[in-house]
C-alpha cells in the first residue's frame, strides 16, 4: 500500500519560513522522484519542486530562490523548506510521486501566509 503522509504546515507571517515534511512508504519513495505541488483556494493545483532519488532539485519560477526541497533517504522522507513566504504562497501543500502511470498523493497540508 502507498501512504504519502505530509506535516509541517502551519500559519506564518509573511517573510517568515515554514519547513514541510513528507514521509512515504518504502514502495513508492526508494529511487523515485519525490514532487511538492500546491493547490489555492479556486485555483488548480501547481507545481512547485521536485528532487530525484540521486538529489538533483528543480523549482518552478515562482518559488525559486525562497524554497529548498530535500530528501533523507534514510528516513524514507522529503521536505520543503520554505523561506521568505508570501501570502501568494498560501494553499494546500501535497506531496506527490508516481510510479508507472500512476501517480499517487498524500492528504496534503495547509500553509497559511498573513499578510
Known amino acids: 500500500q502507498v501512504q504519502l503522509v505530509e506535516s509541517g504546515g502551519g500559519l506564518v507571517q509573511a517573510g517568515g519560513s515554514l519547513r514541510l515534511s513528507c514521509l512515504a512508504s518504502?514502495?513508492?519513495?526508494?529511487?523515485?522522484?519525490m514532487a511538492w505541488y500546491r493547490q489555492a483556494p479556486g485555483k488548480q493545483r501547481d507545481y512547485v519542486a521536485f528532487?530525484?532519488?540521486?538529489?538533483?532539485?528543480n523549482y518552478a519560477d515562482s518559488v525559486k530562490g525562497r524554497f529548498t526541497v530535500s530528501r533523507d533517504n534514510a528516513k524514507n522522507t522529503v521536505y520543503l523548506q520554505m523561506n521568505s513566504l508570501r501570502p501568494e504562497d498560501t494553499a494546500v501543500y501535497y506531496c506527490?510521486?508516481?510510479?508507472?502511470?500512476?501517480?499517487?498523493w498524500g492528504q496534503g497540508t495547509q500553509v497559511t501566509v498573513s499578510s
Open positions: 506527490s510521486s508516481a510510479t508507472g502511470m500512476t501517480r499517487y
Open positions: 518504502e514502495n513508492i519513495f526508494s529511487g523515485n522522484v
Open positions: 528532487i530525484t532519488s540521486g538529489g538533483i532539485a
